[in-house]
């Protein structure tokens, strides 16, 4: 009766009877079924235009870049377990402001374990490790860290969700990252310093957090990630901030103001909203190759912010690193 009542549908089904091997009689031939869409993998690039995600991926790294100045410049004011812990208390009171205002419901208790290892890894291991770290290094030295984080989140997200780079992206990651060790190593002098430890153990944390962080990007809005974790960090960072706070002499400055609130709200909660959108569009792995030009952004943040003067292996350096992250950007992966 429905075939009848639509004029469209009956060439169709002429169409149909006539493919019966001939015989007008058998019934219309079912129509195939749809091929069922396949998710992308976790760790791979969403369908889309990749412009926006890089674009938001870059402004993460930016905002990244000023970091390690900012924290040199809390920490004329505040004790470096004192500064991590307001910085996280201020960065989840507007996280968590945000998620009231638009009334965003709790994660699904599968997500929760996900959440903690993003909690562990940028909101409290890596602040934590890097600032105790920068009370006796450099920022052009502790840069080195994040010269190498790149590499180590591409190595966590083939470990962690099945991402396969080809060839020519490994290559061009280990160039980039190679350069990125070389210039910030010339610039702290060649020596290894009691600041490496902590470092390089800020670099593991930091690159989980990432590959997880940006793996639930993909099933929830990245600025929920962020907000999650920060709120999940409460419990802890409110009374490690009091006991902090009470310990550590603060003597409140203009950069100490400035320092605390870029490394809460720039670093800790927008940058890192962007950070995880821009992998959840392109990738985790190719989003981490952006972070290759971090260190030479931090130690131009550096130059004029805190009066650090650079080496004519910057340009150079610079360079190679561009070229490395166009690479990267166009091998499959």
Known sequence: MEAQSSATARPRIAVDRQSSDGDPSAPPAAAAPAAPRVPAAPGSAAPG?????LLQAGLGVVAFSLTFPATAWGLEGFGPWSLVAVRSVLAALVAGGCLLALRVRLPAARHWASLAVV???VVLGFPLLTTIALETSTTAHAAVVVGLLPLT?????????????SRTFWAAALAGAAAVVAFTVQQSGGALTAADGYLFAALLVCAAGYTEGGRLARLMPGW?????????????????????????????????????LWVAVGSQFLGLVVWYRGMAAVGIPKASQLQLAQPLLTLVWSVLLLGERLTPAAPLTAAAVLVCIAVTQRARG
């Not at 409460?234 to 100490?256: F, N």
């Open 49 to 53: 235009p990749a412009r926006p995600g």
């Open 119 to 121: 909690a562990a890894g």
């Open 153 to 165: 989140t591409a190595l966590l997200s083939a470990l962690r969700v099945g991402a396969r780079p």
């Open 224 to 260: 929920q990630v962020i907000g999650w974790a920060l709120v999940l960090c409460l419990p802890v960072t409110v009374p490690v901030a009091a006991v902090a706070l009470s310990y550590e002499p603060v003597q409140l400055g203009a950069h100490s103001v400035a320092g605390l």
